[in-house]
C-alpha cells in the first residue's frame, strides 16, 4: 500500500516498511500471467534534510525500488508512507528525460500547467527562477534538448524536478552517464539545493564514491534485499556484511 | 550545439513542383481557359497553342478537362489520407499507450482488415454503398486505416517507458494530455512521410477504382475517370492519356520527393 500521510511529520519524509513488490508479466490469457518479486521485505525510512545513499549491483532492484516508492508498482505486502508530496524524480540518462520535441522553457513550465495552480506570468516567473538555481543562463529557455551538452541537460532535468518545490527527490544514477568533471558540478549542485531548497534525496547509485561524497546514511541492496544501513562513515569503516566489503573493495 | 538541418535538395524540390502543380490545379477550379465539359472546337485536335493538350473525341479542351478533374483527384486523395491518419492515428495511440487487451483485440481486427487487398476492400464498400466521390473517400478512408493504425501504435508504443513520460505521467498530466501533447509531436517524423506516401497512394487508388468504374461518375470528372475515358481514344487522341498520365506522375513524384526530403532532415545532404 502506498499512502501519502497529509499530517506533517517533522522527522520523516519517507518510511517504507517490509515492502515486497514485483512486476507482473502478462499473457494473452489470465493463467498466463506469471509475477516475479524483485523486492523482499525491505525496511527503511529516509529523514528530514537527509541524503540517503542506495547502493548495489546492477539488477538488485534499485530502480524498482525506487518506481514503488514513486507509486508506479504496488507494493504486494508492506507499506510505504509519504510524509511530503509527491516525490519527483531525476534520472540517469539527461537524453532521454526531457521531451525531444519541446525547448527547455516548455519542460520547465509544463509542470506548472498541469499543476493549475498559477498563472502565465507567475509560471514564467518561477521557471526563470529555478534557471537561476541550477546555474543555467536563460537564453537556454529557447533551445531544444538537442542542442545542449549532457550536464546542461541534467540540469534541466533537475529543476523540471523542483519546479513544483517537492522536499522529497529520487535521483536515480544522476551522474552516472556524465563526464567526472561535469559529475563534481551536479554533486554540487544537488547538495546545494538541499540547502537552498529544504529537500530530502533518495540518492540511487552503484558507484560508492559517489555515495561516499554526498550521502548521510546509505543502503546496501543485493538481490532485492537490504542487506546492510547505516551512517556512511560506519558502513564505509566498518562494514558487517562480506557484501558490502566486496562492493567496497571494488570501489577502491 | 548544433541546429538540425531542415531543407535539403528532395524536400526543397518536391516543394516546388508539388506548389507548381497544386496552384494549378487550385486555379483549374475557378478558372480554364474553355469550359471542360463543353465542345469548344474541332474533334481530336492535337496539342497545339490554342488547345495544350489537345482536344478529344468531342471537342472538349483537354487541357482545361485535367486542370478541372484534378480537383476532384486531389480531394479525394486529401481526404482519404485525413480519415486514414486521424483514424489511424486515434487507434494506434490508444493501443501503443495501454497495450494489453484492448491492443490484442483491436491490432487482430486491424491484421483481419489489412489481410484483404485493397482494391477488393474498397470494392466491396463501393459495392455497399454505390459510386460516387464521396463514398470513393469513404471506402479508401477505410482502406487506408489499418497502416496508419499499426505505424501510429509502434510510433506511441515506443515511447511508453521513456523517462519523459514517466515524468509526465509523475506529474499527474491527463492521458488526454500525455498522447496528444507529450506523445504526439515525436511521432510526425514517421506520420509526416507516412502522409506523403500515403497521398500517392490515395492517387493511384482513386485513378485504378475510376478507371475500373467504381470510383467517380459523371458529371464529376476526375483524373482516374479521364484515364479511364481516354482508353477509347488511344489511337485516335493519344495525347488524352498521355496528358492526364503526366499530370498523375509529377503530382506523385512532387509529393514523393517531399516524403523523401522529410526523411532526411537533420541527415546529411547528398
Known amino acids: 500500500?502506498?499512502?501519502?500521510?497529509?499530517?506533517?511529520?517533522?522527522?520523516?519524509?519517507?518510511?517504507?516498511?517490509?515492502?515486497?513488490?514485483?512486476?507482473?508479466?502478462?499473457?494473452?490469457?489470465?493463467?498466463?500471467?506469471?509475477?516475479?518479486?524483485?523486492?523482499?521485505?525491505?525496511?527503511?525510512?529516509?529523514?528530514?534534510?537527509?541524503?540517503?545513499?542506495?547502493?548495489?549491483?546492477?539488477?538488485?532492484?534499485?530502480?524498482?525500488?525506487?518506481?514503488?516508492?514513486?507509486?508506479?508498482?504496488?507494493?504486494?505486502?508492506?507499506?510505504?508512507?509519504?510524509y511530503t508530496k509527491r516525490p519527483q524524480v531525476v534520472f540517469q540518462d539527461p537524453y532521454s528525460s526531457l521531451n525531444p520535441a519541446?525547448?527547455?522553457?516548455?519542460?520547465?513550465?509544463?509542470?506548472?500547467?498541469?499543476?493549475?495552480?498559477?498563472?502565465?506570468?507567475?509560471?514564467?516567473?518561477?521557471?526563470?527562477?529555478?534557471?537561476?538555481?541550477?546555474?543555467?543562463?536563460?537564453?537556454?529557455?529557447?533551445?531544444?534538448?538537442?542542442?545542449?551538452?549532457?550536464?546542461?541537460?541534467?540540469?534541466?532535468?533537475?529543476?523540471?524536478?523542483?519546479?513544483r518545490r517537492p522536499r522529497f527527490i529520487i535521483a536515480d544514477e544522476p551522474v552516472s552517464a556524465l563526464d567526472v568533471t561535469i559529475q563534481a558540478q551536479i554533486l554540487k549542485l544537488l547538495v546545494d539545493l538541499r540547502e537552498e531548497l529544504d529537500l530530502s534525496y533518495l540518492f540511487i547509485?552503484?558507484?560508492?564514491?559517489?555515495?561516499?561524497?554526498?550521502?548521510?546514511?546509505?543502503?546496501?541492496?543485493?538481490?532485492?534485499?537490504?542487506?546492510?544501513?547505516?551512517d556512511v562513515d560506519t558502513v564505509y569503516d566498518h562494514p558487517k556484511e562480506e557484501y558490502t566489503k566486496q562492493l567496497l573493495a571494488a570501489a577502491q | 550545439m548544433m541546429k538540425k538541418k531542415i531543407w535539403n535538395g528532395?524536400?526543397?524540390?518536391?516543394?516546388?513542383?508539388?506548389?507548381?502543380?497544386?496552384?494549378?490545379?487550385?486555379?483549374?477550379?475557378?478558372y480554364t481557359p474553355y469550359d471542360p465539359t463543353q465542345m469548344t472546337g474541332a474533334k481530336l485536335q492535337a496539342p497545339s497553342a490554342a488547345h495544350?493538350?489537345?482536344?478529344?473525341?468531342?471537342?472538349?479542351?483537354?487541357?482545361?478537362?485535367?486542370?478541372?478533374?484534378?480537383?476532384?483527384?486531389?480531394?479525394?486523395?486529401?481526404?482519404?489520407?485525413?480519415?486514414?491518419?486521424?483514424?489511424?492515428?486515434?487507434?494506434g495511440a490508444l493501443t501503443g499507450y495501454f497495450g494489453g487487451y484492448v491492443d490484442e483485440v483491436l491490432m487482430?481486427?486491424?491484421?483481419?482488415?489489412?489481410?484483404?487487398?485493397?482494391?477488393?476492400?474498397g470494392l466491396v464498400v463501393i459495392s455497399i454503398l454505390g459510386p460516387g466521390k464521396y463514398n470513393v473517400i469513404l471506402a479508401l478512408g477505410i482502406v487506408f486505416i489499418p497502416g496508419y493504425a499499426r505505424l501510429m501504435r509502434t510510433a506511441f508504443a515506443s515511447q511508453r517507458e521513456i523517462n519523459y513520460i514517466i515524468s509526465a505521467q509523475l506529474m499527474g498530466a491527463s492521458t488526454a494530455r500525455i498522447l496528444a501533447i507529450h506523445m504526439l509531436p515525436n511521432t510526425f517524423s514517421t506520420l509526416l512521410p507516412a502522409l506523403t506516401i500515403g497521398f500517392n497512394n490515395a492517387v493511384l487508388a482513386e485513378a485504378s477504382m475510376s478507371f475500373l468504374g467504381i470510383g467517380v461518375m459523371p458529371p464529376d470528372i476526375?483524373?482516374?475517370?479521364?484515364l479511364s475515358e481516354s482508353q477509347g481514344m488511344l489511337r485516335t487522341a493519344p495525347w488524352?492519356?498521355?496528358?492526364?498520365?503526366?499530370?498523375?506522375?509529377?503530382?506523385?513524384?512532387?509529393?514523393?520527393?517531399?516524403?523523401?526530403?522529410?526523411?532526411?532532415?537533420?541527415k546529411e545532404d547528398l
Not at chain 1, 30 to 58: A, C, R
Not at chain 1, 131 to 138: A, I, K, S
Not at chain 1, 205 to 230: A, T, W
Not at chain 2, 11 to 24: F, Q, R
Open chain 2, 222 to 226: 476526375s483524373l482516374g475517370y479521364m
Open chain 1, 205 to 230: 547509485s552503484h558507484d560508492l564514491n559517489v555515495v561516499y561524497q554526498i550521502c548521510d546514511r546509505v543502503l546496501v541492496m543485493k538481490n532485492g534485499r537490504i542487506v546492510e544501513q547505516g
Open chain 2, 10 to 30: 528532395y524536400l526543397i524540390a518536391g516543394l516546388v513542383i508539388t506548389s507548381i502543380v497544386l496552384i494549378w490545379i487550385i486555379v483549374g477550379q475557378f
Open chain 2, 108 to 121: 487482430r481486427l486491424n491484421d483481419v482488415l489489412t489481410a484483404f487487398p485493397s482494391i477488393l476492400l
Open chain 1, 1 to 82: 500500500m502506498t499512502t501519502n500521510n497529509t499530517q506533517e511529520n517533522q522527522d520523516l519524509v519517507l518510511q517504507v516498511s517490509h515492502v515486497s513488490a514485483g512486476y507482473k508479466s502478462s499473457g494473452l490469457l489470465p493463467f498466463q500471467s506469471k509475477y516475479t518479486e524483485i523486492l523482499h521485505d525491505v525496511d527503511f525510512s529516509i529523514k528530514h534534510g537527509e541524503i540517503m545513499g542506495l547502493v548495489g549491483e546492477s539488477g538488485t532492484g534499485k530502480s524498482t525500488l525506487a518506481r514503488a516508492i514513486l507509486g508506479m508498482i504496488e507494493p504486494h505486502e508492506g507499506e510505504i508512507i509519504h
Open chain 2, 240 to 266: 488524352y492519356a498521355l496528358s492526364v498520365g503526366t499530370v498523375i506522375a509529377v503530382l506523385v513524384f512532387g509529393v514523393g520527393m517531399i516524403g523523401e526530403g522529410i526523411q532526411r532532415i537533420g
Open chain 2, 52 to 91: 495544350l493538350f489537345g482536344t478529344d473525341k468531342f471537342g472538349r479542351d483537354i487541357f482545361s478537362r485535367v486542370m478541372s478533374g484534378a480537383g476532384t483527384t486531389l480531394l479525394v486523395a486529401v481526404a482519404t489520407i485525413g480519415i486514414g491518419a486521424v483514424a489511424g492515428t486515434l487507434i
Open chain 1, 102 to 163: 519541446y525547448t527547455v522553457g516548455w519542460s520547465l513550465e509544463e509542470p506548472l500547467v498541469v499543476f493549475g495552480k498559477y498563472d502565465a506570468d507567475e509560471r514564467k516567473r518561477r521557471v526563470r527562477d529555478m534557471m537561476e538555481r541550477v546555474e543555467l543562463p536563460e537564453e537556454l529557455l529557447e533551445a531544444k534538448p538537442s542542442e545542449l551538452s549532457g550536464g546542461q541537460r541534467q540540469r534541466v532535468s533537475i529543476a523540471a524536478a523542483l519546479i
